[in-house]
């Protein structure tokens, strides 16, 4: 057996024991090979006496549990990044699941062999990796996990959530389906009986959490892409708009290097101004997006958008106004 293969079914084997569920054809990705490769390697394992198995459930193979192979040794790249990703994010302390990645960071650190800790602790100390400003999540650990577990085994559970669109705390009976890190915070996606569809419910609203003896039938996985269309961030309207922007040369250069929305398309004028472009299903986040350049961005479509706009701006003008003329 040549060693490029000896090191192919040791990814494969780290691969199968990771918290994923991976097809054939995930796995092909993943490891560069065609699906007959990726088939002759799982019947190495088998010969092997590895556990491997399909679930059908999930359309994947997993490594079961009870068994355990040492991963493989860390180069020093890789075990930079996995330290800066964990024990740098800055303010992530208390966020569930990225707060406990600071202590494994620790333990990670601790476990490297002597020259590598040094090189690596000296990199580590000129690092920090921001995620901009987070949303408060002291005490959310219970939750974060009550629901991981819900989530995994399927149980249907009822929410005592405080709503800001009804402006009250309301009790809900859903089917938790994926936790959500998004933005600034985590969200719990499921389908809610009472509202009959699959809403977003963020965490540090969620007041209180049951979870019922009742198992759901496992659904179709939500497809974020799909579950969230093209919103311009998470909350889909149910109608698409083309938006086009023109931005001013003062910020031209930095929108322009920013992929805001997966459908956007920009120019750079030869005059340093910067046309964005990008179909938005709709209007209410990339309005407050907009507001945010100020006088260095104009809406050139859709007309209702400009409307949106200068609405609010003659409102922000209204609450000034006086002051403003007092001063001229």
Not at 26 to 54: G, W
Not at 131 to 137: K, M, S, T
């Amino acid at each position: 057996m040549n060693v490029s293969r000896v090191h192919r079914l040791l990814r494969l084997i780290t691969l199968l024991q990771g918290g994923r569920h991976y097809s054939a054809a995930d796995l092909a990705r993943e490891l560069e090979v065609s699906k007959r490769t990726v088939y002759r390697d799982l019947n190495m394992l088998e010969l092997a006496h590895i556990p491997y198995y399909f679930d059908p459930d999930t359309g994947g193979y997993r490594i079961r549990g009870y068994f355990f192979l040492p991963p493989i040794n860390l180069t020093l790249t890789e075990a930079l990044s996995m330290l800066a990703m964990t024990g740098r994010i800055e303010g992530a302390k208390n966020v569930p699941l990225l707060g406990h990645g600071t202590r494994a960071a620790v333990k990670l650190e601790g476990a490297l062999p002597s020259s590598i800790r040094e090189h690596v602790g000296s990199v580590l100390d000129k690092m920090r990796v921001s995620l901009g400003p987070l949303a408060d999540h002291e005490g959310l650990d219970a939750t974060f996990d009550t629901l991981g577990r819900a989530v995994v085994d399927r149980r249907i559970c009822v929410l005592s959530y405080h709503s800001l669109h009804e402006r009250k705390t309301i009790r809900l009976t859903v089917k938790p389906l994926k936790l959500l890190f998004m933005g600034r915070a985590w969200y719990l996606i499921a389908y809610s009986r009472g509202h009959g569809e699959t809403r977003t419910f963020k965490l540090s609203r969620i007041e209180e959490i049951a979870i019922s003896s009742r198992v759901f039938t496992k659904p179709r996985d939500v497809d974020l892409d799909g579950y969230f269309g093209n919103a311009w961030s998470m909350i889909p309207e149910g109608r698409e708009y083309r938006v086009h922007l023109r931005f001013a040369p003062k910020v031209a250069r930095n929108v322009s290097e920013v992929r805001w929305h997966r459908t956007q398309e920009t120019e750079l004028r030869p005059d340093g101004w910067l046309d964005y472009q990008a179909t938005v299903d709709g209007l209410g986040e990339i309005t407050w997006w907009i507001l945010g350049y100020g006088d260095q961005v104009e809406v050139i479509a859709p007309p209702s958008l400009r409307k949106s706009v200068v609405g609010i701006a003659k409102s922000v003008l209204s609450k000034y106004g006086a002051l403003a003329e007092d001063r001229s």
